[in-house]
């Protein structure tokens, strides 16, 4: 479970602070008095972060875990990753209390900031050839850069229009038509990490651009407390990390789809339409595996026994929750 401790303002400013220095490369933070604090600044000396990486070691104990916010990209806004570490000499409480922690650290610095969160236990993984032999364990490839992510909407746009429309697509590799705003995928992916239970994160479609937001996400969200917790008044997608009654440490991430029966007639088209297409972006862009998907017209349906069901007889496929009398269709124009 997550533990309830929160960024100090001190830690705040000290990130702000690496923002926007040019001769900043990493802010290191620890654990104090049940909150965030900085705790140390490593100075940029080189345009390749991995030349910098060997400036942390100073810093880093053999026996106490800290937290780096480290600058890897120059200039983009979201050009920074959040590395835990935990030596695995450190206490099983602070190891403990850093793992649960670390997802409240990038939420509340801003998860937009951030395109990777990584986990060590060793001062060697922080070091060029170490960072390379974890990227290529992971798989993880560069991030594209402006230019090239615009190249690859103009082929992806000359294929389609190629292909007409008559070929059916793919449920999770097939490419999306669907803009998502600042912290989407970043919110989902964090449904994902270890210790993360019970965490709530809710889309909406803003209009009339149609871009799929961020609404919300909250930690701590007990079963019997998420109809209370997604928004009422309006359609959502909310994404749920709910915990395994068998263990401590697991969990099975919940895609749920409401839409109460207050929404406009547009709200129902566009949120209906965008049902599948929000899931394909949580299992293809966030790299979720969903383990039951729900619909429910309003969210006082999803009690706790619907929430801890069994899971989904198909992939991809929605189970209505009973009780609910199904989601209202728009009527056409001209009927009654």
């Known amino acids: 479970m997550q533990s309830g401790i929160s960024a100090s303002e001190e830690l705040q400013t000290a990130f702000r602070a690496l923002v926007s220095a040019d ?42 875990a800290a937290y780096i916010l480290l600058k890897t990209h120059l200039g983009e806004p979201n050009g920074y990753v959040a590395i835990t570490y935990v030596p695995n000499t450190a206490p099983v409480r602070q ?50 850069t402006e230019e090239e992510r615009g190249l690859e909407g103009v082929k992806e746009a000359e294929a389609r229009e190629s292909q007409g429309t008559g070929g059916r697509r793919g449920h999770v590799s097939s490419k999306v038509d669907v803009a998502t705003g600042e912290g989407v995928v970043e919110a989902l992916k964090l449904l994902s990490e270890e210790g993360c239970r019970g965490t709530l994160v809710q889309l909406k479609y803003m209009l009339p651009d149609e871009t799929l937001q961020l609404d919300s996400s909250t930690d701590n969200v007990q079963p019997a ?29 919940l895609f749920i789809y409401t839409c109460p029966t207050t929404s406009k007639n547009k709200e129902r088209m566009i949120y209906s339409t965008g049902k599948s297409w929000t899931r394909t972006v949580a299992e293809r862009d966030a790299g979720l595996t969903i383990a039951k998907s729900l619909e429910a017209t309003e969210p006082k349906e999803l009690d706790v026994d619907v929430l801890g069901g069994g899971a989904e007889q198909e992939s991809g496929r929605s189970t209505p929750v009973a009780g609910g009398g199904g989601f209202a269709r728009p009527k056409r ?3 009654r």
């Not at 345009?47 to 070691?57: E, I, K, V, W, Y």
């Open 23 to 64: 001769d900043q490369r990493a802010l290191l933070a620890s654990i104090q008095n049940e909150s965030l604090i900085p705790t140390a600044t490593v100075p940029l000396t080189s345009t390749d972060f991995t030349s910098d990486l060997h400036q942390l070691h100073s810093h880093l104990s053999t026996t106490s």
């Open 95 to 144: 190891k403990m209390l850093f793992a649960s922690t670390r997802l409240t650290l990038v939420r509340e610095l801003g998860i937009e900031r951030f395109r990777r969160t990584v986990f060590v236990t060793e001062r060697e993984e922080l070091t060029a050839e170490g960072w390379r032999k974890g990227e290529e364990s992971e798989g993880v490839q560069a991030p594209l």
């Open 225 to 253: 407390d998420v109809s209370s917790a997604i928004t009422a008044s309006e359609p959502r997608y909310s994404f749920y990390s709910h915990p395994s009654p068998s263990s401590e440490t697991e969990t099975n991430i």
């Open 333 to 335: 124009p001209g009927r």
